[in-house]
């Protein structure tokens, strides 16, 4: 396996203070140093003023794009962190980008979106002839309940840049997450950053399950709160309990977290978490779900090491300098019940991985759970391979 040579300076500036720190972004910006930046992405843990450190950060960086999310925890310097905010910069020198705030995702009116993401990013890559590799990087309101429609919308207008996004999330309390850009916090909004570069960039998925033979049928669901009502025609989390031999009155997080079920798509399964079972008995579920849909019972595989071999598998090429990695709140959680935290924190680090703790995950044009996606980055005239 490769060993990635934590020694090189990574492509990427990075900076991260206390949630208790005074005029934080003043603090992360002395870090960041005088670097001219195109974009400025700030992880902003919710034990802190959300409202205050955007609007600093757009006093203070008046003359970049500066996206801001809430997390479910933070992956800093020294792994899994909490308590933290957390600047990732885009230096202008090596990158070109463009953020698109898009408000109100109850009301996404489909046809002119697509058009205007489809006319920047041409836009963007016209104007950039020297920086041949790109990426998106979506942010979207993680209590929306819209990252399903918006990734399957949006894709198409995208052509040949891969899309990786999270979430924003609101630590365990799932009752208020924000996304902002420019000092402007959207309600129920995401924002799309087209990121384009002199450096080679490769996009990834992944997770530590393997599907078993066990499967069961959604029967009866409400797709639009994510809700299955019923699981081979009977009651959902009761028969969900049955089929993985727990007590139905006993379920909590980690349940979920170490007993997740998959759906086929094409030749891959993706992961359809749970969030928790309603007092009605009913599953309510963190991804698009939807009567017919055939669930398989995964198996964890150990995670540390699992993260370890693919990030190992990432550097077959070349080493990649950062990694900007989403990683669902269910991971952490998983990591934490079954005691590996500390060695996923410090595969986290060893490999220059920056990045938040997250209510979901995007990849292409799916929104997935319990997966962690993201961007390496290499350096130019590298050659990345897929793991």
């Known amino acids: 396996m490769t060993t990635h040579d934590t020694s090189?300076?990574?492509?990427?500036?990075?900076?991260?203070?206390?949630?208790?720190?005074?005029?934080?972004?003043?603090?992360?910006?002395?870090?960041?140093?005088d670097t001219p930046l195109s974009l400025l992405i700030l992880f902003v843990t919710p034990q802190t003023d959300f409202h205050a450190v955007v609007e600093e950060?757009?006093?203070l960086y008046p003359d970049t794009d500066t996206v801001a999310c809430t997390t479910a925890g933070e992956i800093g310097?020294?792994?899994?962190?909490?308590?933290?905010?957390?600047?990732?910069?885009?230096?202008?020198?090596?990158?070109?980008?463009?953020?698109?705030?898009?408000?109100?995702?109850?009301?996404?009116?489909?046809?002119?979106?697509?058009?205007?993401?489809a006319r920047e990013r041409v836009a963007l890559e016209r104007a950039n002839p020297d920086m041949k590799s790109g990426f998106v990087f979506l942010i979207i309101d993680g209590l929306s309940l819209q990252e399903d429609t918006l990734t399957a919308l949006?894709?198409?207008?995208?052509r040949n840049m891969p899309l990786f996004g999270a979430s924003a999330g609101d630590g365990a309390d799932f009752q208020a997450t924000f996304v902002a850009i420019n000092g402007k916090i959207l309600l129920k909004g995401a924002v799309l950053n087209l990121v384009q570069s002199v450096h080679e960039t490769k996009v990834f998925s992944l997770d530590h399950f393997l599907p078993t033979e066990t499967r069961?049928?959604?029967?009866?669901?409400?797709?639009?709160?994510?809700?299955?009502?019923?699981?081979?025609?009977e009651p959902a989390g009761r028969e969900y309990a049955r089929i993985i031999g727990k007590d139905p009155n006993q379920m909590d997080p980690f349940t979920f977290a170490s007993h997740p079920v998959v759906v086929r798509i094409g030749s891959d399964h993706h992961v359809r978490a749970i969030h928790q079972v309603n007092e009605a008995g009913e599953l309510v579920f963190f991804s698009a779900i939807d009567e017919g849909m055939v669930l398989t019972v995964a198996e964890p595989q150990n995670m540390a090491e699992h993260l370890r071999q693919k990030f190992g598998a990432l550097t077959a090429g070349a080493a990649f300098t950062d990694i900007l990695g989403c990683d669902c709140i269910l991971r952490r959680i998983e990591a934490e019940q079954s005691q590996v935290s500390r060695e996923v924190s410090d595969v986290l680090s060893q490999f220059n991985v920056t990045g938040f703790?997250?209510?979901?995950?995007?990849?292409?044009?799916?929104?997935?759970?319990q997966t962690m996606t993201g961007v390496a980055i290499y350096r130019k005239n590298t050659d990345p391979t897929c793991p």
Do not use: C
Request: charged share 25%; proline share 7%; aromatic share 6%.
């Open 216 to 233: 069961m049928v959604v029967t009866d669901a409400d797709p639009e709160r994510r809700i299955v009502k019923s699981i081979n025609a």
């Open 77 to 117: 310097m020294a792994g899994y962190e909490e308590g933290l905010i957390i600047a990732v910069g885009f230096p202008k020198s090596d990158f070109a980008t463009k953020s698109l705030p898009i408000n109100d995702l109850d009301r996404f009116h489909a046809k002119p979106e697509i058009y205007r993401i």
């Open 357 to 369: 703790s997250t209510y979901g995950e995007q990849i292409g044009p799916l929104h997935v759970n």
């Open 8 to 33: 090189q300076t990574g492509l990427l500036h990075k900076a991260q203070v206390r949630a208790s720190t005074t005029a934080p972004v003043a603090e992360l910006k002395a870090q960041l140093g």
């Open 57 to 59: 950060a757009e006093r």
């Open 154 to 158: 949006i894709s198409p207008a995208l």
